[in-house]
């Protein structure tokens, strides 16, 4: 069982950047994907990013490629966020989350508010 906590959310004015983290413990981190994932209040969840085991690739959602990049340290069993010229839309409730064996995203944090002020 992995246990995936968030850190780093809070109010940002439009045009800023934030920096979230998700620090992973009970399960071999380096093997597995890990990705963010947004909710919006009224919305569903959407991805967000995504990074694979050894940090060589990522792919983004079309609404945050160029201004998000996500990182990962395998050392530190934390994965990173770089979130930069925040809007207002990239207000939510961002989570994170961990490739299961079956593919499937099988865990989840319990999310961290990102508000971006206009």
């Known amino acids: 069982q992995v246990q995936l906590v968030e850190s780093g959310g809070g109010t940002v004015q439009a045009g800023g950047s934030m920096t979230l983290s998700c620090a992973a413990s009970?399960?071999?981190?380096?093997?597995?994907?890990m990705g963010w994932y947004r909710q919006a209040p009224g919305k569903e969840r959407e991805f967000v990013a995504a990074?694979?085991?050894?940090?060589?690739?990522?792919n983004y959602a079309d609404s945050v490629k160029g201004r998000f990049t996500i990182a990962r340290d395998n050392t530190k069993t934390t994965v990173y966020l770089q979130m930069n010229s925040l809007k207002p839309s990239d207000t939510a409730v961002y989570y994170c989350a961990q490739e299961s064996a079956a593919g499937t995203w099988g865990s989840w944090g319990q999310g961290t508010q990102v508000t971006v002020s206009s």
């Open positions: 990074i694979s085991w050894s940090g060589e690739r990522a």
């Open positions: 009970g399960r071999a981190f380096g093997t597995y994907v």
